[in-house]
């Protein structure tokens, strides 16, 4: 884990399900009724009462964000956030994946939540570059948190050593400056 502006953001690598925080982010699809990737992991661990809470939301818009409890999960919440599906870069990904960060922390300051862990939202299933991911990732939380002292640390939790080693070189760009 390598950590930045004063312990207020952290880089690792591990399964997002076993981090004991307020809140962990879901990257989830619009129906949010579960799906594969950290989205599957993320129902099984919490248990099948996460999708009978999902079910009521009525799903969720792509750049959007929805908070349900945590239930069988170490965290007390999760925050579904869907992102968007890379079509090439013409078609607003980048502002979209931005919004997810955005709208995943205000929902967390709206809560009263202090602690978030993100996955790399879109770079999966969702086909995102994540060269191009990690950069807006980051740079949209730096910035939410210099404008949001009461967010305490945000995670960023990478699955593979490849995400983990271009969100390390990307933060150490971004953020050590
Ligand atoms: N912990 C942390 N990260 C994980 C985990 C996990 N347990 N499992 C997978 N990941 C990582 C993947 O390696 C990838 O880097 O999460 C990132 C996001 O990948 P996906 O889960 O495929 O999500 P996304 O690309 O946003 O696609 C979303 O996939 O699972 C479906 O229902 C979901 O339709 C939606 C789509």
């Known amino acids: 884990m390598r950590e930045y502006m004063n312990g207020r953001i952290a880089v690792t ?18 129906s949010l009724l579960g799906g594969g990737g950290v989205d599957g992991a993320i129902h099984r661990a919490a248990g ?8 009521k939301l009525g799903g969720c818009e792509t750049g959007q964000a929805k908070i349900t409890k945590g239930y069988r999960l170490p965290a007390k919440h999760v925050i579904h956030t869907v992102g968007p599906v890379w079509h090439g870069g013409d078609r607003d990904e980048e502002r979209l994946l931005a919004e997810c960060y955005k709208n ?5 300051v709206d809560n009263g939540l202090k602690t978030v862990a993100f996955p790399s939202i879109s770079t999966g299933a969702y086909g995102f570059p994540i060269e191009k991911a990690a950069p807006i990732a980051i740079g949209t939380v730096k910035e939410f948190l210099e404008n949001h002292p009461e967010i305490e640390k945000v995670y960023f939790v990478t699955f593979s050593d490849r ?3 271009v969100y390390l070189r990307t933060a150490d760009r971004i953020l050590s400056g």
Request: hydrophobic share 40%; net charge negative; glycine share 2%.
């Open 163 to 165: 995400d983990l080693e």
């Open 48 to 55: 099948p009462e996460l999708k009978e809470e999902c079910r």
């Open 13 to 30: 690598q591990g399964d997002i399900t076993t981090f004991q925080v307020d809140a962990i982010v879901n990257a989830a699809n619009k």
């Open 104 to 108: 995943s922390l205000q929902l967390a």
